[in-house]
């Protein structure tokens, strides 16, 4: 995946309709909560964790089609901050593998401080 190049075409794609303007971090961060709802509302009732919604080859496009936007708004706000994404997903990692040890952890979802 190339995420410089996706960066560059939505940067294109705000830039040709002067929508820059608009993309403060706060509005990104707000556009991105909604979209992580509007795939949750797919999921909303599910007896089956989403199982059986993914299943559906119609239900399954509406979560990708969800999952695109809530990637690429990510994109624009990791673009607006100048994060360097793969850097801080690495580093988050390796973080979680300090508080969440193998040996305490393996088979687990408590939270690391209870």
Do not use: C
């Not at 990637?71 to 580093?91: C, G, P, R, S, T």
């Amino acid at each position: 995946m190339d995420i410089e190049l996706i960066k560059s075409r939505l940067r294109q794609f705000s830039e040709e309709r002067d929508w820059e303007q608009f993309h403060s971090p706060k509005n990104l961060t707000m556009a991105l909560s909604v979209e992580v709802a509007e795939l949750v509302e797919i999921l909303q009732w599910s007896n089956s964790g989403g199982l059986d919604e993914i299943k559906d080859p119609e239900i399954k496009l509406k979560m990708e089609k969800e999952i695109a936007d809530i990637f690429n708004y990510l994109l624009k706000l990791v673009d607006v901050l100048d994060i360097d994404l793969e850097k801080a997903a690495l580093n988050k990692i390796d973080e979680n593998e300090q508080k969440y040890p193998i040996e305490k952890f393996k088979g687990s979802s408590r939270k690391y401080n209870k």
